[in-house]
């Protein structure tokens, strides 16, 4: 790396989380973020105070902090064991920060709860790192939302660089560090409520084949007044998620039930059409039990991609926590190991 672009190394503790907004896309949060970067010029340094404004600074932003209730910045000087000088800026801030999320997998999903820290200077001056002497770390203990989320105990950095125009005709790249952790949402409520709920409403339409032939209208009729209420519990469903372009796997199930509910109806639409009464009979019977082993195939295959994918993706959140545990235990050793015995 060019020696003339200075390295700010970065660490940060979540200190407390209180809420995950889902449909807002934003959680809150009281977090302690540490820069530290060489300073040449204070080696041997044996004054008590220092003018930090004499020297140079990284200008760093909290890129996603939307507002803040807290917002405390200060300095020191600190000598490492090669006695060379850096200058460390600490920060608490207790605030909102916007925190995009990603629902594909909704309601079994893990969401991000990251900081993205960035520079004033370009990349060509500055590289954020993540601080390899001191450990990030999350207080999981102090997170308020338990009922919804489960804040997983690790935190990662991502380093990127993201693009501004200058002028008209001019950009910019400048750098960007992410520090963030994962939060996995608990399923449970949205199973009984809405799943199975859904489940249930969506297997009614196979009684309907209980109805007499001869009262076709009475069968059209309750197939309608189920699909009205499929529309309905979708709309409610809605609530629970901001407004986003993509199928959430809520949805994918959702939408399932109500073609399956659609099928139903228009196959009691199309029985009259068919004048002799054993064919109509038989044809009956077939679209009731293809309708039936239809309906359990879907649900078969739903459950099974969607278990499969969660535990993909436990499996990797998993391993990425072993991987923070071990460089923990290598930067603190046995402390850490002590201050996380459950």
Request: charged fraction near 25%; include cysteine; proline fraction near 2%.
């Amino acid at each position: 790396m060019d020696e003339k672009v200075k390295r700010v190394y970065l660490k940060i503790v979540f200190l407390k989380i209180t809420d995950i907004e889902t449909v807002a896309e934003n959680y809150a949060a009281n977090v302690f973020i540490q820069a530290r970067w060489r300073e040449k010029k204070l080696d041997g340094n044996t004054k008590d105070k220092v003018n930090f404004s004499e020297y140079w600074s990284p200008k760093l932003v909290v890129q996603n902090l939307e507002n803040s209730v807290l917002n405390n910045v200060w300095k020191e000087v600190t000598v490492d064991k090669d006695n060379e000088a850096y200058i460390v800026e600490k920060r608490r801030i207790k605030g909102t920060f916007k925190e995009r999320q990603e629902l594909h997998d909704f309601p079994f999903d893990f969401q991000e709860i990251s900081v993205s820290v960035t520079s004033e200077h370009p990349s060509d001056e500055v590289v954020l790192l993540e601080d390899e002497n001191e450990i990030s770390s999350m207080t999981v203990t102090c997170f308020t939302g338990d009922h919804e989320w489960e804040i997983r105990d690790f935190v990662e950095a991502e380093i990127k660089e993201i693009s501004k125009d200058i002028s008209d005709f001019v950009s910019a790249t400048f750098p960007l560090l992410k520090l963030k952790t994962l939060a996995r949402r608990k399923f449970g409520y949205f199973i009984l409520n809405i799943l199975l709920v859904m489940t249930f409403i969506s297997c009614l339409p196979l009684t309907i084949f209980a109805v007499s032939r001869d009262l076709i209208e009475n069968r059209i009729f309750l197939g309608f007044l189920l699909i009205l209420i499929g529309v309905t519990f979708r709309f409610i469903t809605n609530k629970v998620l901001p407004k986003i372009s993509y199928l959430t796997t809520l949805d994918k199930y959702i939408l399932a039930c109500m073609i399956f509910m659609f099928l139903c109806t228009i196959w009691h639409s199309i029985l009259p059409r068919i004048d002799d009464n054993d064919t109509q009979s038989t044809a009956d019977l077939w679209a009731f039990v293809s309708l039936a082993i239809l309906y359990a195939l879907y649900h078969l295959i739903f459950i099974s991609v969607v278990l499969i994918k969660y535990l993909i993706r436990r499996s990797s959140v998993m391993s990425k926590e072993q991987s923070y545990q071990e460089k923990a235990v290598r930067l603190m050793g046995d402390a850490w190991l002590i201050s996380h015995k459950h």
